[in-house]
């Protein structure tokens, strides 16, 4: 019976997903109920779409899950306690996303009692590791279909297949895989597979629509963003203001090119104003609000949260001991960052906190000293090079 075949396939109307959409329900007669997972990016006439579509092609149910504050709440705001930039370079846009839509859409599965879950990742990627480690710990009883990894199937085979099932959209005009998100779309294309060629400006989402320059103050609280130009709203909300914004400055483009979970290294184009931004500003303003060893912790910890979340171990009891971490960093790191735009560009001009720890009272660096006298100073610097003097005075013959 086709109803005991009941699948939740992670669709997002792409052709991959749609691939497997009418390979499940016409030649494998499972029971095929769509999910996508809305963690940003989406406009309703495009879920419309991805719904309306997904009946098209024979599903039983479609179903869009709006996750845009539980990816803020569980990942995001980690990522700019953290100022994580894999490589000093790619705010984890797409990497971040994918295990929250993996989560979402394993728990509605076991809510309908699925059997099978389906996912669209090749064999090639990193998005199988995410999903499928996902499902795996979440619902071990529940089968994996990955039918595009399986049949190493390639673009041009899944659109015949389309066409000879009467799917026939314009999957040949699309030349760059776009994946829009809160934290940033990233973009594939022809350039992205080799390794000398930059991305054309056409390529990315948002094109320069603004000259000249424009101000921005943004509020942390406790390392949150809390308001855009005095706009208070909710942190994920201000993410997405400040993305409107900047993006007509096309801000926060650039490419990545990194380590894969499946050992090969990998390019990818990116466009991400709010998320730079953001990271940069917070990470501004801890420099004025945190310690020293605050700061040097924090780097090598963020660190790792980055890597174990870009490699699909979010579950790991570990991640939430370094959750914890961050979030008591942020007791102080509350007050205005003040940016200016420009096209392709921004500068960080300053801040104000009362946290601020560059407190004119307590001495100007290069300039006045309020705290130590001058032979105070000098005993603390004999003192703090002494055990460096004492070895190179033992090995001064070695």
Sequence with gaps: MKTSKKLVLAYS???DTSYCTVHLTKDKNFDVHAVSVNTGGFTQKEIKTIEANAYKMGVST???IDAISTFYQKVVKYLIFGNVLKNNTYPLSVS?????????????????????IAHGSTGAGNDQVRFDMIFQTLAPEIEIITPIRDQKLTRQEEINYLKENGVDASWEKSKYSVNKGLWGTSVGGEE???????????AYPSQLEKQGEEKVKLTFLQGELV????????????IETLNTIASGFAIGRDIHVGDTI?????RVGFEAAAAIISIKAHHLLEKHTLTKWQLQHKDYLANFYGMHLHEGHYLDPVMRDMEAFLQSSQAKVSGDVFIT??????????IESKHDLMNAKFGSYGEVNSGWTADEAKGFIKIIGNQNKIYQQVNAES
Excluded: C, M, W
Excluded at 192 to 202: A, F, Q
Excluded at 341 to 348: A, C, M, S
């Design 227 to 238: 308001a855009v130009n005095n706009q208070k709203n909710a942190p994920e909300i201000n």
């Design 62 to 64: 479609s179903k869009n």
């Design 192 to 202: 992205t597979l080799t390794s000398e060629k930059s991305l054309p400006e056409e």
């Design 341 to 350: 735009l420009k096209p392709y560009h921004f500068t960080l001009d300053g």
């Design 262 to 266: 499946v050992g090969i290294k990998g």
């Design 13 to 15: 109307g792409g052709l």
């Design 96 to 116: 971040a996303e994918r295990i929250i839509q993996a989560i979402e859409i394993i728990e509605y599965a076991k809510s309908i009692n699925a059997k099978y």
